[in-house]
T-cell receptor, first 111, second 116 residues
Framework: DAKTTQPNSMESNEEEPVHLPCNHS???????IHWYRQLPSQGPEYVIH???SNVNNRMASLAIAEDRKSSTLILHRATLRDAAVYYC????????????FGSGTQLTVLP | DTEVTQTPKHLVMGMTNKKSLKCEQH?????MYWYKQKAKKPPELMFV???????INESVPSRFSPECPNSSLLNLHLHALQPEDSALYLC???????????????FGSGTRLTVV
């Protein structure tokens, strides 16, 4: 499976944008980029996913580099409730490979 | 109903006890999963059921025994556990098709298991 690399931790101020990076230099053409987050004492929850184009939904935006070797999850206005571990995960469209979590980024939001 | 419900939320058991964790979903998902998560670590896959049949066992010790009685229910039977088995056990469900598309997995909040 292609591997992702994320910073261990990041801090952000409340109500400011947050850019969470993910490197995936060995991504294949059939890998979707998925983001999940895990709030304290909760199971992971789906945030967003994309293949080549940038994506927006009510939770976040996903910016994918043109060569697809990196991506950035953007939270437009961080709130205290966004403090969580954010996981960047690759899933191959052509296989039944399971969701495999890397170490993720612990986001701390400062009031 | 877009939830995965896990019971109990907390469980303390002795090493000689037998207990079961339960997971239920009513989203029509035909793939269900058990993950184990130790403190400050990412979730690790244990078992996968696809259309009520066990499709993946990630070399999990036999003291963990999964069961999928129907398309909505997933159980994890526990017997003769060790203290190092203490962890958060997460259940998830998804459509089983071979695709990276879609919203992917829906997770429950987990069962916090302590083995004493």
């Amino acid at each position: 499976d292609a591997k992702t690399t994320q910073p261990n931790s990041m801090e952000s101020n409340e109500e400011e944008p947050v850019h969470l990076p993910c490197n995936h230099s060995t991504i294949s053409g059939t890998d979707y980029i998925h983001w999940y987050r895990q709030l304290p004492s909760q199971g992971p929850e789906y945030v967003i996913h994309g293949l080549t184009s940038n994506v927006n939904n009510r939770m976040a935006s996903l910016a994918i580099a043109e060569d697809r070797k990196s991506s950035t999850l953007i939270l437009h206005r961080a709130t205290l409730r966004d403090a969580a571990v954010y996981y960047c995960i690759l899933r191959d469209v052509g296989s039944a490979r399971q969701l495999t979590f890397g170490s993720g980024t612990q986001l701390t939001v400062l009031p | 109903d877009t939830e995965v419900t896990q019971t109990p939320k907390h469980l303390v058991m002795g090493m000689t006890n037998k207990k079961s964790l339960k997971c239920e979903q009513h989203m029509g998902h035909r793939a269900m999963y058990w993950y184990k998560q130790k403190a400050k670590k990412p979730p690790e896959l244990m078992f996968v059921y696809s259309y009520e049949k066990l499709s993946i066992n990630e070399s999990v010790p036999s003291r963990f025994s999964p069961e999928c009685p129907n398309s909505s229910l997933l159980n994890l039977h526990l017997h003769a556990l060790q203290p190092e088995d203490s962890a958060l056990y997460l259940c998830a469900s998804s459509r089983p098709e071979r695709t990276g598309q879609g919203r992917g997995y829906t997770f429950g909040s987990g069962t916090r298991l302590t083995v004493v």
